[in-house]
């Protein structure tokens, strides 16, 4: 499967230009992490690829075909999770899933239902009232709902809202595992879900998008760029932008980044997330 955005722009009613002509290769299998602060534009791009909006400019391309001529094939090869999930409370997992199977047009709901319900760890709730679990297993239900049928396209929006670290982890896996012969996009602001992961990284700004690469050549675009220094003064920090500030018994030690490195700061090797700060300082000082 291809996704091909071309020259893509979305204006709301309300006039707020939320993307802007934006170009994007998307083939399967690959498991692509879409990542920008809030307001970014991630969700309006993620709504657009699902066809619940219509972009007000360009064109999006399903293995070649316009988007408005492949709604029918690309919704039946599709799951997703939007990132403000109704679900129904009084429903049990299982007759929500069942209800969710029904709507895909599955043949053996029975089957498909037990094995997501698995892959999401949820097999001691099936019979619970959706009403009665925690945020994290909702969102759990909400990932399963999007596993049903095993399409070829998922796109969770924020999936890992709600979840403790030892279940972002399994799910940073599940999604990874998936992604060997799926395309699998996600959007989120948690850099460690993007990191171990994703082969490719795409960074939305202000609707443009400011990156499309690998996690590497993302961190390589950082070099140079990332030091650390004992703040003796906050004179010091003037012009950079702090990404860690940690208290020591020695003093303060602030890690930044920035254009040009300040004489007092010795270069470190960049994490993602530098990279990604890097990225987002660069822009905002434009
Ligand atoms: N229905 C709408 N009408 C008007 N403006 C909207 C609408 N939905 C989103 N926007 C605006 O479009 C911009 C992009 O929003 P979007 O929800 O796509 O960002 P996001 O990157 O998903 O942010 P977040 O991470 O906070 O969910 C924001 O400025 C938002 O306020």
């Not at 199977?101 to 037990?114: D, E, F, M, S, T």
């Not at 759990?140 to 969770?156: E, H, T």
């Amino acid at each position: 499967m291809e996704l091909k955005i071309q020259n893509v722009s979305m204006t709301y009613p309300s006039g707020k230009q939320a993307l802007k002509g934006l170009n994007l290769d998307l083939k399967s299998p690959s498991l692509i992490g879409l990542l920008g602060p809030n307001g970014a534009g991630k969700s309006t791009l993620m709504k657009l690829l699902v066809a619940a909006l219509q972009p007000t400019g360009g064109t999006i391309l399903v293995d070649g075909t316009p988007l408005a001529k492949a709604e029918g094939k690309l919704k039946a090869s599709l799951g997703y999770l939007p990132q403000d999930f109704g679900l129904f409370d009084e429903l049990t997992v299982t007759q929500f899933l069942d209800y969710m199977a029904a709507l895909k047009g599955l043949k053996n709901p029975k089957a498909a239902i037990r094995e997501v319900v698995a892959a999401v760890n949820l097999e001691e709730k099936a019979r619970a009232k959706i009403r009665t679990l925690s945020g994290g297993q909702r969102q759990r239900v909400g990932i399963a709902q999007a596993l049903l049928g095993d399409p070829p396209f998922l796109i969770f929006d924020e999936p890992t809202v709600g979840l403790d670290p030892e279940e972002r982890i399994h799910f940073r896996n599940l999604f990874s595992r998936t992604a060997e012969e799926h395309l699998v996009l996600l959007s989120t602001h948690i850099i460690e879900d993007v990191q171990s992961v994703c082969d490719q990284i795409v960074v939305i700004h202000h609707g443009t998008i400011l990156f499309t690469g690998t996690p590497e050549q993302l961190i390589q675009s950082a070099a140079g760029h990332v030091g650390v220094f004992w703040e003796k003064d906050e004179t010091l920090e003037q012009g950079l932008h702090i990404t860690a500030r940690v208290n020591t018994s020695q003093g303060i030690r602030c890690r930044a980044v920035a254009d040009k490195l300040p004489p007092y700061a010795q270069s470190e090797e960049p994490s993602l997330e530098d990279a990604y700060l890097y990225l987002i300082s660069r822009e905002a000082d434009q």
